[in-house]
């Protein structure tokens, strides 16, 4: 929806808020049947806390090297392992990182 005038503006900015407010509530009450139900059925809440992934902001999609979007959290992972692996292992930065700070003059405390 597109506003065309302050007032559609201001309409879409409480529609907007509104919507927010609904999912966060409804997100929050998913949250506590889930925690209610594991207290009935004995069931350990450190589990339903990493299920339901509270206090943990999670990646949902990267991009590869071929540009796609990814979201499937296995691939997610092997993606991360893979450039974190290519970037420590990688020779040509570490050289880059020696040549640029040789290069570099030293800053005396009467230039600054």
Known sequence: MKASNATDKIE???????INRRKIADIRSYNV???????NN???LKAVKADLCIGENLMYALRNKEGNVITNMHRIVEMAK????????SQKNQ?????TSMDQRNVTSYQL
Request: glycine letters at 4%.
């Open 82 to 89: 893979e450039f974190y692996r290519e970037l420590y292992s």
């Open 33 to 39: 049947k889930r925690v209610e139900q594991a207290e």
């Open 95 to 99: 050289d880059d990182i020696v040549k």
């Open 12 to 18: 879409l900015v409480e529609l907007s808020r509104l």
């Open 42 to 44: 004995g069931r350990s």
